[in-house]
């Protein structure tokens, strides 16, 4: 395979102009993408995620801003100008072709010999582990076995930059996850630079070197998956990312590079240094998992009990807040039901201040 490429986005924009009104889909992004990340872009529906692929592959012309793939500007470029391959959400597989033939479609436009054709599909295909498909049409496949056809014929064309738009989608969820472990073992073994755009945050934590979480056009938070959900910058990032409860906190001091916080009349201190003074109100994430009852430091009312079975999800109220807290493993542990009274206490590490 060729070497992958570094992505270097700069002062990305891209407007849409809907009669007098101007959109801005992508809005004055910056990022950069090392050679081999594999980089999941997530968020919200109209966000600029599939906007910005786009551009990334030449399907939109951006309106102001810089691609560069390695070394050279492709902003202007038309797509088989880029050193990129897309892998489609439909597959975009030609019916009346039989696998071999879809693969191969690119390196015939690029005429390349016969001999090369011949020695570069049978590659793929045994990467893919699908030598027995070649003679199938794709009629009579899969739509797991249709995609993996379609993931072989962006890999054959040796790009630099692999990008794929929301590839799953169409897929029951059984099949997601097992093309989801197999995309990320297959990139890892490649070693090819990647940007995925899914709506599904699972896929992006689990796939993903770096989540890329965009709202209205601009990027909100960069980081590993592990950064994003211990770490989040926001109350939409903690929200948008799995569950959290939000509570009302006070900071009651700093030193040491630790925070002393008061939260529903306890006092917390984290391994936290914030720009917050002492005596001013905070919000503090905490997520349902991190809430433990092995310690009664606070009791709440439970206004929902729902068993889930590998865990089990509770609703409790205590001063006016609702806080979700979810028991992993409850068999054998004692379960409360609604109007009962649940003691529980936050993990003092699991706390952050947004």
Do not use: W
């Not at 998956?225 to 009651?252: D, T």
């Not at 984290?270 to 310690?295: C, H, L, M, Q, W």
């Amino acid at each position: 395979m060729k070497e992958s490429k570094r992505v270097e986005i700069k002062n990305l924009t891209k407007t849409f102009i809907s009669g007098k009104t101007k959109i801005k889909a992508v809005n004055d992004i910056t990022l950069t993408i090392e050679p081999g990340e594999f980089i999941c872009l997530l968020g919200p529906s109209g966000c600029g995620k599939t906007t910005m692929l786009r551009m990334l592959a030449g399907f939109e012309i951006p309106t102001s801003g810089n691609i560069f793939i390695g070394d050279k500007d492709v902003a202007s470029l038309t797509p088989d100008k880029r050193d990129t391959a897309m892998v489609f959400q439909n597959y975009a597989l030609f019916p009346h072709m039989n696998v071999f033939d879809n693969i191969a479609y690119g390196l015939k436009i690029q005429k390349k010999s016969k001999k090369e054709i011949n020695e570069r599909v049978e590659k793929i295909l045994k990467l893919m582990k699908m030598e027995s498909f070649s003679e199938r049409s794709p009629s009579e496949m899969s739509g797991g076995q249709q995609q993996r056809v379609s993931l072989a014929r962006a890999l054959i064309m040796n790009s630099g930059v692999l990008l794929f738009d929301e590839p799953l989608s169409n897929l029951d969820a059984k099949l997601r996850l097992h093309m989801r472990d197999e995309i990320r073992k297959l990139q890892q073994e490649i070693g090819i630079t990647s940007i995925y755009v899914t709506h599904d945050q699972a896929e992006a934590m689990s796939l993903s070197d770096k989540v890329v979480i965009m709202k209205d056009g601009k990027i909100m938070q960069v980081g590993s998956p592990i950064e994003i959900y211990q770490k989040p910058n926001s109350e939409f990032i903690a929200k948008f990312i799995g569950r959290a409860n939000i509570l009302s906190g006070k900071v009651l001091s700093k030193e040491d590079g630790k925070t002393k916080l008061l939260i529903l009349g306890s006092e917390y201190i984290i391994e936290e240094t914030v720009n917050y003074e002492v005596g001013e109100a905070v919000k503090v994430v905490i997520r349902p998992e991190s809430i433990k009852f092995d310690s009664i430091e606070h009791e709440g009312e439970v206004v929902k009990s729902i068993f889930m079975g590998e865990n089990h999800e509770y609703e409790i109220k205590i001063n006016n807040e609702i806080i979700e807290v979810s028991l992993n493993n409850p068999y054998g542990k004692d379960i409360k039901k609604v109007g009962e009274k649940l003691g529980f206490i936050f993990e003092k590490d699991a706390l952050h201040i947004i």
